[in-house]
């Protein structure tokens, strides 16, 4: 796999925006920054109204993520070009949950809003209307997926990785530090996981880091990027930042993200924690 | 429903549902020729300068982080190439706070 095949830059979209068969999808949690202003065509995604289950904690099933694609405009045969806010935190996690019911054709645009911001990139206010479609997803790729007892049976044997900021790692903080901190879940890390920041992978403008630094900066934090890895945060965005890095930029072959993340790992009665700085 | 990573909004008055005595505040403004700037990047670097936290000032100009006590840098990033760093002290109970003029 090579990085063209899951990842486009700003220049590319600006010319390509009334390409065929080409749907652009701003996610974000905060839609007010679509509503503001986005890229032209595109349509948005809300994280959480209409990926995650309203009721239970976890995604919407397989009918429900087909409603959404279909009712969005969105065929199983067209390319898919996400982006977002918050260095593309949310549009990463938004890749992973297409390519997680089978979506085969799906890129990130590098940078995402805050690249094209940064240039001074023109956002509209029109939203396109797309004649609806029949989308048919696939039974969940369990492959690309970790949950909670998995993640407890890794410790000390699979790599595990911890993308939140060293303060969250640490235990100082509970959040990342534009969110108030109270929160219900005890502090601290899993065991033997690894402190790599998600923000470690990207450039200041939200851009990604080539693949041979990315490769350095694993290797140097003391991850074999030949075992399986997990890589978790506090719910599971921040880490698929990570995950597309290594499994996508990277191509290895077994990397899985753990949505769950600490917001579950965290209130876990009796599962082991550990606290303090990275070792 | 756990709730997300975004910011909230990034007024001028803090959110009502913050307990200052339980937070160190870093807040800000971005101005440009005295204006308020909206659009602009603020990130938050930790005392090693790593990254922990990233907003987007609002119609205000404003900018707001929970951190910890110690010393921190705020990094705006703006159209135009503009990044400016500003290093602050925060402290649990108050709110420490920056103008940045770009």
């Not at chain 1, 995402?112 to 206010?125: I, N």
């Not at chain 2, 959110?15 to 938050?44: F, K, M």
């Not at chain 2, 990033?77 to 109970?93: F, R």
């Amino acid at each position: 796999m090579s990085r063209s095949d899951v990842l486009v830059d700003a220049e590319w979209v600006a010319s390509n925006l009334d390409a065929p068969a080409l749907v652009l999808v701003e996610v974000d949690e905060d839609v007010s920054a679509y509503d503001k202003g986005h890229i032209r065509g595109a349509v948005k995604i809300d994280w959480k109204t209409e990926l995650q289950d309203p009721v239970r904690r976890d995604f919407v099933d397989k009918t429900g993520f087909e409603e959404l694609l279909s009712a969005k405009g969105i065929a199983n045969d067209d390319l898919v070009i996400l982006y977002g806010g918050n260095n593309n935190w949310f549009a990463a996690y938004a890749y992973w949950y297409f390519k997680l019911y089978g979506h085969e054709n799906v890129k990130l645009l590098d940078g995402g809003r805050k690249k094209w911001e940064l240039d001074s990139r023109e956002l509209v206010t029109d939203v396109p209307s797309r004649p609806a479609t029949g989308y048919k997803a696939k039974d969940q790729d369990l492959t690309i997926r970790s949950f909670r007892d998995e993640v407890v049976d890794s410790i000390g044997s699979k790599g595990l990785i911890d993308v939140r900021s060293p303060d969250e790692f640490s235990g100082k903080l509970l959040a990342p530090a534009h969110l108030p901190q109270e929160q219900a879940q005890r502090a601290g890390h899993v065991p033997t996981a690894r402190s790599i920041p998600w923000s470690k992978a990207a450039n200041d403008d939200g851009t990604f880091k080539s693949d041979d630094e990315l490769r350095k900066i694993y290797g140097d934090a003391g991850v074999d990027l030949n075992k399986p890895i997990i890589a978790y945060c506090r719910i599971g965005e921040r880490s698929s930042h990570t995950w597309f890095a290594l499994r996508e930029l990277l191509g290895l072959p077994d990397v899985k993200n753990y949505d769950g993340s600490w917001t579950e790992y965290g209130s876990l009665v009796g599962v082991p924690i550990e606290l303090g700085d990275p070792k | 429903m756990t709730q997300g990573c975004a910011a909230p909004a990034q007024t001028a008055s803090l959110p009502a549902t913050v307990d200052l005595s339980n937070e160190a505040v870093i807040q800000g403004t971005v101005t440009r020729e005295g204006a308020p700037v909206s659009s602009a990047y603020a990130r938050l670097l930790d005392s090693t300068g790593e990254f922990t936290a990233e907003v987007v000032t609002g119609d205000e100009g404003v900018f707001r982080f929970f951190a910890a006590d110690g010393d921190w840098t705020v990094r705006v990033l703006a159209a135009g190439g503009v990044s400016i760093d500003s290093t602050v002290t925060a402290k649990t109970g108050e709110v420490a706070a920056l103008a940045v003029a770009i």
